[in-house]
């Protein structure tokens, strides 16, 4: 079965990974531009980062068949300084019409109250509709604190999404054009009701496969989009191919997990794949 793994942050999955997920079909991978990148300080730095993705790490790749690379542009709000956003943006543009460049993210937040995640966000998003492409948003994972020491009522998820939800509300993006990703049981119902599409990031610290088949048996596939994330600990990168083989297991027609694997991120990303 043809898969897509719409968030593969190629730069840290070793080679090997890569070749088990070629053999496993697994030949398209989105990869989205990192919006943590603490020892960046130049945005030379991030446009070597998106070359990068671009040219040597598509080349490899595409070795262990995983044939199609793309990318996703942002501005890493944990870097670079709010001072460097406009200059960051006008990057973005230059990058967003060429081939295989096909949305913006990963975007998002993790906080209640930090506010240049705030304004980041929603120049990503304005970007992301003056463009009309998609974009994909980074919601807070449950163990994930980039700020050491703040308060923990800061990090409430639910708290964070419904902002989130209120940005994108606000900017009149279209729903259908943003996914919201790394959702939980804590997050997915808001999120559903917001129109969008649903990424669910299986790997150590947010989804294992079995919630994963418990979402699909609530909601139907019609909407999800599986994906790995970052994937550490004990080969989480292959854990596209692995819910492929869960959702088979729960005896999920063929059609439904091609939907949830393959079929949506094509649409969403308008794949010519
Ligand atoms: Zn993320
Ligand atoms: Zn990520």
Redesign the pocket.
């Known amino acids: 079965m043809r898969m897509i793994d719409t968030?593969f942050h190629i730069g840290v999955i070793p080679h090997e990974w890569q070749h088990i997920l070629g053999l496993c079909e697994l030949d398209t991978v989105i990869v989205?531009s990192d919006?943590m990148i603490p020892d960046y300080s130049t945005l030379d730095m991030v446009k070597d980062h998106y070359d990068r993705i671009l040219t040597e790490k598509t080349e490899n790749a595409h070795d262990f068949g995983i044939f199609n690379v793309f990318l996703a542009v942002t501005f890493p709000m944990w870097g670079l300084p709010v001072t460097l956003l406009d200059k960051g943006i006008d990057l973005m543009g230059q990058y967003i019409g060429k081939p295989r460049v096909v949305g913006v993210g990963?975007a998002?937040m993790d906080t209640v109250t930090v506010e240049h995640e705030e304004v980041v966000f929603k120049a990503m998003v304005a970007f992301a509709k003056a463009h009309n492409v998609p974009i994909i948003v980074?919601?807070p994972?449950p163990r994930h604190s980039p700020y050491l020491g703040r308060e923990k009522t800061d990090y409430d998820k639910r708290k964070v999404m419904e902002r989130i939800i209120k940005i994108l509300v606000n900017s009149g993006i279209d729903p259908k054009k943003v996914v919201l990703?790394?959702m939980n049981k804590e997050t997915l119902e808001m999120a559903w009701d917001y129109g969008s599409w649903l990424g669910l990031?299986c790997c150590l610290d947010k989804l294992s496969g079995p919630e994963i088949v418990s979402f699909y048996r609530e909601y139907g596939p019609d909407r999800f989009i599986v994906n790995s994330?970052w994937g550490f600990s004990g080969g989480g990168n292959r854990s596209v191919p692995k819910v492929v083989v869960d959702m088979k297991a729960a005896n999920a027609p063929l059609e439904d997990i091609q939907k949830m694997v393959f079929y949506n991120a094509k649409t969403l990303f308008n794949l010519p794949i």
Do not use: L
Request: hydrophobic fraction near 0%.
């Open positions: 968030h989205p919006q990963e998002g980074h919601t994972p990703d790394h990031s994330e």
